[in-house]
């Protein structure tokens, strides 16, 4: 499935803003975050949402429109920009054009002026994920607690850190019963709650002051500190979150709550890879089928689904190949059953790649991130961690 363009849409007249709108979204292939008449504050608004487009109506304040383009062409060069207006005399599309434009369209721009525009950006969207190298947002799902999802979140997201050396963050969505800073041995001070509290002002450096550092390239977005804040954080916040994570981090790993709610979907719809864990008991085979049943309802394509096996010892009862027909979905990836190794890192706070590196579960765990990633790497030594209950 084609992940919708973001987009922003700046316009003095706000039925002009609405009927863009409406054709924007009429073909599904754009979500419009944000709309605003004002463009003196446009690029603040593009960084706090970080969108694929930003579509400027041009009509009764051409200069300022002219001056937000100048701005974001400088300031937000991964941002497109679209000008539609009324004058499309030479001199006045040589000038957008000039500050930074990518199309001016006469306004109203017809549907097919329009389609031929979008399918422009994710060409370019394209080519721009792929020069990545496979930088992505990555969400762990089990729809049974005692999978050991939040095991495989935190000790991906270390192993993506430490291995390739690039920025990378886990956000906790497990909102009542998080304990992926407790895998990780630290002791959060802000929260996603504190996302939700201040959406308004949530820029790219706030955002990161709310992380907690883990170690050389790996930090953490704990769940709410307080329970009664779970309820504060809302599907719209999901969206602005990892629309500005993907600006920050290379690799961002967010760890789900074991229900599908209105939240779970946010993060599931914007992820580029949805790792579906499982055990290969009878009640979890179930659940899962089931699981994946939802997600082809949700559209979420099979593409962008991988499903990992938990805690895997080969058992000639359960055959993979019979279980991958009962899923109709081939299993991505075995991790083996090293639960002793898996319990010591939680005890010491130290993900596996760092705490119990001769595990086979070490090595796994890398073949993963190749997988994810399309990188090739040798880990390094050495971890610098945090703290542990039973001390180091």
């Known amino acids: 499935m084609i992940?919708?363009?973001?987009?922003?849409?700046?316009?003095?007249?706000?039925?002009?803003?609405?009927?863009?709108?409406?054709?924007?979204i009429s073909g599904g292939k754009v979500n419009v975050v944000a709309e605003s008449s004002d463009y003196a504050h446009g690029l603040d608004l593009v960084k706090r949402y970080n969108p694929d487009s930003a579509l400027l109506i041009t009509n009764g304040k051409s200069e300022a429109s002219l001056d937000l383009a100048k701005q974001l062409a400088k300031e937000h060069p991964s941002t497109v920009i679209v000008c539609t207006g009324t004058n499309c005399l030479t001199e006045t599309v040589i000038k957008f054009f000039r500050a930074g434009a990518s199309e001016f369209l006469m306004q109203p721009p017809s549907q097919a002026e329009?389609?031929?525009?979008?399918?422009?950006?994710?060409?370019?969207?394209?080519?721009?994920?792929?020069?990545?190298?496979?930088?992505?947002v990555i969400a762990c799902y089990s729809y049974r607690g005692g999978s050991g999802s939040t095991t495989l979140s935190v000790n991906l997201a270390a192993t993506l850190a430490h291995t390739f050396e690039k920025p990378t963050t886990i956000v906790d969505l497990n909102l009542q019963q998080g304990t992926a800073p407790i895998f990780l041995g630290v002791k959060p001070v802000y929260s996603?709650?504190?996302?939700?509290?201040?959406?308004?002002?949530?820029?790219?450096?706030?955002?990161?002051?709310?992380?907690?550092p883990v170690s050389d390239n790996l930090y953490c977005l704990a769940s709410p500190l307080k329970v009664e804040e779970a309820d504060d954080v809302e599907p719209s916040h999901i969206e602005l979150l990892l629309s500005l994570l993907r600006g920050q981090f290379a690799y961002v790993i967010v760890d789900c709550q074991h229900f599908i709610d209105a939240t779970t979907v946010a993060?599931?719809?914007?992820?580029?890879?949805i790792l579906l864990v499982t055990l290969l008991d009878m009640a979890s085979i179930y659940t899962t089928k089931r699981t994946l049943e939802i997600f082809?309802?949700?559209?979420?394509?099979?593409?962008?689904?991988?499903?990992?096996?938990?805690?895997?010892?080969?058992?000639?009862?359960?055959p993979l190949d019979k279980v991958e027909q009962v899923f109709g979905h081939r299993i991505h990836l075995m991790l083996a059953d090293d639960y002793r190794a898996a319990l010591s890192a939680l005890n010491l706070g130290s993900?596996?790649?760092?705490?119990q590196p001769k595990s086979p579960l070490v090595k796994?765990?890398?073949?993963?991130?190749?997988?994810?990633?399309?990188?090739?790497?040798?880990?390094?030594?050495?971890?610098?961690?945090?703290?542990?209950?039973?001390?180091?």
């Open 3 to 24: 992940k919708p363009l973001s987009m922003i849409i700046f316009g003095q007249d706000a039925e002009q803003r609405s009927l863009t709108r409406m054709q924007l």
């Open 114 to 136: 329009m389609k031929e525009v979008l399918e422009k950006i994710v060409a370019a969207r394209a080519t721009a994920d792929q020069n990545k190298q496979g930088e992505a």
């Open 192 to 212: 996603i709650a504190d996302v939700a509290h201040n959406q308004d002002r949530l820029d790219a450096q706030l955002l990161k002051s709310f992380h907690t």
């Open 267 to 273: 993060a599931l719809q914007q992820a580029d890879t």
């Open 296 to 318: 082809h309802k949700m559209g979420l394509g099979d593409d962008k689904v991988r499903i990992v096996v938990n805690r895997y010892v080969k058992d000639p009862d359960v």
């Open 351 to 355: 993900p596996l790649v760092s705490s």
């Open 364 to 392: 796994q765990y890398i073949e993963l991130a190749h997988k994810i990633t399309g990188r090739e790497a040798t880990p390094k030594k050495g971890w610098k961690g945090g703290f542990s209950f039973f001390g180091k």
